[in-house]
């Protein structure tokens, strides 16, 4: 367990060994968080997606830092679900989330987000991300932005670019956050 302050907001997360990241909050979600800037993309009743939550730093620090209507969180990993869970309790927004055990997007129900934010596996191969770019598309309102992090950058923003028409890369530290806009209903490339 430790605590940690991002952006002014004070947070307690449970992990355990298996957990991405167990000892704090992992470099690139901060300068993802940095880069999304919630409290000013979110107004009040936009959904959010955090997409392979993890322990939930994203949705639960989304839940607490703005007026959004839900946070949906999800992951493949039963077990992360489960501290998602304890630590939407232990920090006050279980009401304000939903979590969700879900392969990508096979278990999400919801649509029309406002954002989606994701720190996907980017060490194998890119079949994950490659499904939540072109799932999240679909998943996003027209004017919602998602927001990916990553230490790898030619890939990334070709595909978001092929999909999404564009996209915005910012280099901090060692990674690379990625922004892109759905501007229309339809793939870019379509």
Known sequence: MFTCTINEVELTF?????????????????????VADLPQSLTDGDKLLDLGCGYGVVGIYAAKATQAGLCV?????????ELAKKNALRNGVLDGVKIVHSDGFAGITDSEFAVILSNPPYHA?????????EKGFNRLKVGGVMYMVTKRKDWY???????????KVYEIGEYFVFRAEKRGARYANK
């Open 14 to 34: 449970e992990t355990n060994k298996t957990s991405f990241s167990p000892l704090s909050v992992d470099k690139g979600t901060l300068a993802m968080l940095e």
């Open 73 to 81: 969180m999800s992951d493949v990993s039963k077990s992360c679900t």
């Open 125 to 133: 191969d890119f079949k994950v991300p490659k499904h939540f770019i």
């Open 157 to 167: 923003r070709n595909k978001l670019t092929a999909i999404f028409g564009g996209v």
